[in-house]
C-alpha cells in the first residue's frame, strides 16, 4: 500500500507565496517520476510541473519562472515552491508519482488526495 499526503495549500494574496509538500508512504522500492498536477472549477486537470528521478525537471508555461519543484528522494517528498501567485492558479493541487512498489515487477501510477490553493485578488 502506497500513500501520497500534500500539505501546503491555503489562502494567499496575489503576489505571495506557498509551498507544497508531498509525502510518499508504505512499502516503495522506488519512485520514478513525480509531478504536480491542478484543476481549477470546471477545467480539466493539467500538468503544473514533473520532475524524474534524475531531477530532470518539466514546467507548464503559464508556471515557468515563477514556480520551482524538487523531490528528496532520501525522504520520498516532493515539493513545490509557488512565488508570485497570481489568482489564476488558484485550483486544487495534487501530487502524482510513478512508484514501484516493494516486491512489484511493475510500476503504479499513485495520486494524493488534492490542497486547494487560493489566490485572492
Known amino acids: 500500500q502506497v500513500q501520497l499526503v500534500e500539505s501546503g495549500g491555503g489562502l494567499v494574496q496575489a503576489g505571495g507565496s506557498l509551498r507544497l509538500s508531498c509525502a510518499a508512504s508504505?512499502?516503495?522500492?522506488?519512485?520514478?517520476?513525480m509531478g504536480w498536477y491542478r484543476q481549477a472549477p470546471g477545467k480539466q486537470r493539467e500538468l503544473v510541473a514533473s520532475?524524474?528521478?534524475?531531477?530532470?525537471?518539466h514546467y507548464a508555461d503559464s508556471v515557468k519562472g515563477r514556480f520551482t519543484i524538487s523531490r528528496d528522494n532520501a525522504k520520498n517528498t516532493l515539493y513545490l515552491q509557488m512565488n508570485s501567485l497570481k489568482p489564476e492558479d488558484t485550483a486544487v493541487y495534487y501530487c502524482?508519482?510513478?512508484?514501484?512498489?516493494?516486491?512489484?515487477?511493475?510500476?503504479?501510477?499513485?495520486w494524493g488526495q488534492g490542497t486547494q490553493v487560493t489566490v485572492s485578488s
Open positions: 520532475v524524474n528521478s534524475a531531477g530532470t525537471t
Open positions: 508504505g512499502s516503495i522500492f522506488s519512485i520514478n517520476a
Open positions: 502524482n508519482a510513478d512508484v514501484l512498489p516493494s516486491g512489484s515487477y511493475y510500476s503504479y501510477d499513485y
